[in-house]
């Protein structure tokens, strides 16, 4: 039998959102574990410029991290819940987790290209939370909302209200904001209105492409500052 899919290409599946459960999982695990060990949890994953050279799987790992405060995580995995299982069930599985990861990787990209090795430039200040990934999830809804003929007026306004609180309260990284949910938008863009025929070869080779660009512009960001 044919697998059958949505319109963007994604595999129709019954059942629970596996890969949002599962992001929520190890966001929840990696907390508790920040509480258990007194934040050595945390200095070993977090994200700063500084360090990401060396150490460049914390470009992702921040994402799974959250500061000791309740409400960065229940914030972060609420708003992952309403848009997780809807991009995961129209996208499917693949595409979805591909979609998380690289804007999980953009916001620390993005925080990086704003940061400066100066003072009170950033670079050594690490950086933690999902808020990245979900910045990008909320950037894939417009265009596949545009694609169905709905009205993305709604998620407009709530990203640019997220876009505003940083300007408020302090100690929000709003540059990682920024760089999720740019290849957000792209990523989406590219699920939603590619042909019918092609929507299994952009399925791969627009994630790639985009990890591509995001290492060069990481190289180029620490080539700028000395560091390669």
């Known amino acids: 039998m044919p697998t059958t899919r949505t319109a963007f290409g994604g595999a129709v599946r019954g059942g629970r959102p596996v890969v ?4 929520v999982g190890l966001c929840v695990v990696s907390w508790v574990l920040q509480l258990a060990t007194g934040g ?7 994200f700063a410029p500084s360090v990401g050279l060396d150490e460049p799987w914390r470009f992702l790992t921040a994402a799974f ?5 309740p409400l960065h995580i229940l914030f972060n995995m609420y708003a992952l819940w309403l848009t997780g299982p809807f991009l995961e069930q129209a ?8 979609l ?5 990787v953009g916001g620390s990209v993005g925080y990086l290209l704003l940061a400066t090795p100066t003072f009170g430039g950033g670079w050594n200040s690490a950086v933690v939370g999902a808020s990245g990934a979900v910045f990008g999830l909320f950037g894939a809804i417009i265009p596949v909302l545009r694609k169905m003929g709905r009205n993305a007026t709604q998620i407009v306004v709530l990203i ?6 940083p300007f408020f309260v302090p100690g929000i990284a709003w540059q990682a904001h920024l ?3 740019a290849v957000g938008l792209l990523i989406g863009a590219g699920y939603a209105w590619a042909p019918r025929e092609r929507q299994q070869l952009v399925a791969w080779a627009l994630p ?3 990890g591509v660009v995001l290492v060069a512009a990481t190289a180029w960001k620490y080539a700028s500052v000395g560091m390669l």
């Open 20 to 23: 949002t459960l599962t992001i």
């Open 40 to 46: 050595d949890w945390t200095q070993r994953w977090a």
């Open 65 to 69: 991290l959250h500061s000791t405060s």
């Open 91 to 98: 996208f499917g599985r693949g595409r979805f987790a591909a």
């Open 100 to 104: 998380y990861v690289l804007s999980a």
């Open 160 to 165: 640019a209200i997220n876009m505003a609180i």
């Open 179 to 181: 760089g999720g949910l």
């Open 208 to 210: 790639a492409v985009v």
